[in-house]
């Protein structure tokens, strides 16, 4: 590789993802599948009533242990109108900012290697809880989200907008939204 | 009423829930089901690479709309191994913030309702991705959360231990979690 073209390779910044950083990782994982599992976790502890606290410090994934600079606290808590104090967003808003937010994610990383310039993107997204469901008012109701719509607005050329549906699906956490997955838990004893 | 069933009735809080007010709303939700109806929202706005950031203003129930006293802010971004910034915990690592605050408030709030008394609640979770699938290496690979295991320790009477996996069962996100959702996306230019 010529000296112009490893700086061209340096600055290849696509929607602010550097491209080759992530096109050597499809390589790196396509070469050696152990590299591309990941293990995401987080430690949580309840406060009081309705309200819990979530600490991340840390993923596995590359065969290593990456480590946040500062560790992420995360807050949750219900509203007053369901005897909460509000003092974070409940698990239900939670849940939907993680869609979201990998959903955009996404979409901007894909776009990024196909060379899909992205200027804005912002989207709305709702889903509906029948909260008979939880409080086990009714065991025909199910608990947790009946539909969630999602809803993206992005400055891009016109060309691009029916691509991107197609690139939103490899998100993982819409298909675990939209397919479900195994979730085993255990309870003991303090 | 006499004023003595008055008093205890106001002073009926267990594991910080005021057992009375999910009591009525379980009684409300039953004769009313519209009140049950929860809508839950957010709008996200990606800012650059991997960093995008949610806000939550309010949620729908109970017949009215329930804003937040301070719109809840939320960042999302990814870690450096994958090309990112670190300025968030990153979508994978929300969704699991997600469902232990659900399972955690679900637990807490039945048990209060059933007067269990639980001292102290802590658990871990954790999950696999293989990135394969997100990045198309491989389309045999899915894309979500292959596995995910939530580890409890709680601080109760060791009788109330086998009924907690019970309770959990009626957690919103450890439904959607486990069994998916319908999930609509539209996708237009700005």
């Not at 992530?22 to 976790?41: D, G, P, Y």
């Not at 946040?68 to 219900?78: A, M, Q, R």
């Not at 709305?124 to 809803?151: A, M, P, T, W």
Request: glycine share 6%; charged share 25%.
């Amino acid at each position: 590789m010529s000296i112009q073209e490893k700086e061209l390779q340096s600055v290849n910044i696509v929607n602010g993802v550097d491209v080759n950083h992530v096109v050597n990782a499809v390589e790196a994982f396509s070469e050696n599948e152990e590299l591309a599992n990941f293990k995401f976790r987080l430690t949580n502890k309840w406060i009081d009533g309705g309200h819990n606290h979530s600490t991340i410090t840390s993923c596995f994934g590359a065969s290593q242990e990456n480590t946040h600079d500062e560790p992420f606290e995360l807050n949750s808590d219900v509203h007053p109108v369901f005897a909460g104090k509000d003092r974070g967003a409940s698990p239900p808003e939670h849940f939907l900012n993680a869609l979201a937010s990998c959903l955009t994610t996404t979409l901007i990383y894909h776009a990024a290697v196909q060379g899909i310039k992205i200027h804005e993107l912002e989207s709305e997204i709702e889903g509906d809880i029948d909260f008979r469901g939880l409080l086990g008012v009714n065991d025909q109701v199910r608990k947790g989200y009946e539909n969630i719509r999602v809803s993206f607005k992005v400055k891009t050329d016109s060309q691009n907008i029916d691509k991107l549906e197609e690139l939103a699906t490899f998100s993982p956490i819409l298909d675990v939204a939209r397919n479900g997955t195994n979730v085993d838990i255990i309870i003991e004893q303090k």
